[in-house]
């Protein structure tokens, strides 16, 4: 997986999908990759970041990041899923639009702070 990769996760979870961005670099830390979702945007979520429907060709909405979601996998776990068909791939996002997710991840109240970390020890957001 590369960094902006978006996908789909196929599964039990996948009733609501919902978009899913790679937004640390694999290539720093194979070991833990964060990944977060795109979500519909409302008043209950963590509106830090929010994404147009034109920022991705699957969006059909604008969107928030979903920051209290994010999770954290190895691109061994990413690539075995990729290779059973548990991921479906989607065209990669546009580098403005990830490194605005990825530096706003320091502004929301929302993230766990190991994930924040990974982003911040990549030079992907401030601290």
């Known amino acids: 997986m590369n960094?902006?990769?978006?996908f789909y996760l196929r599964?039990?979870?996948?009733s609501r999908p919902h978009l899913w961005v790679v937004?640390?670099?694999?290539e720093i830390d194979s070991e833990?990759?964060?990944i977060i979702n795109l979500t519909s945007d409302s008043?209950?979520?963590?509106?830090?970041c929010i994404?147009?429907?034109?920022?991705?060709?699957?969006?059909?909405?604008?969107s928030c990041v979903n920051y209290p979601c994010a999770r954290?996998?190895?691109?061994?776990?990413?690539?075995?899923?990729?290779g059973i068909g548990a991921?479906?791939?989607?065209?990669?996002?546009?580098?403005?639009?990830l490194r605005r997710i990825q530096q706003k991840a320091a502004e929301s109240e929302d993230i766990r702070n190991k994930h924040r970390q990974i982003l911040i020890d990549q030079g992907l957001c401030d601290g």
């Open 87 to 97: 991921l479906d791939l989607q065209e990669p996002l546009a580098g403005d639009v």
């Open 32 to 34: 833990r990759i964060v």
């Open 72 to 82: 954290m996998f190895s691109n061994e776990e990413l690539e075995r899923a990729k």
């Open 51 to 62: 994404v147009s429907e034109e920022a991705h060709p699957r969006l059909t909405h604008d």
């Open 3 to 6: 960094v902006g990769d978006t």
């Open 43 to 48: 008043p209950d979520r963590d509106r830090t």
């Open 11 to 14: 599964g039990p979870e996948s």
């Open 23 to 26: 937004v640390s670099d694999p």
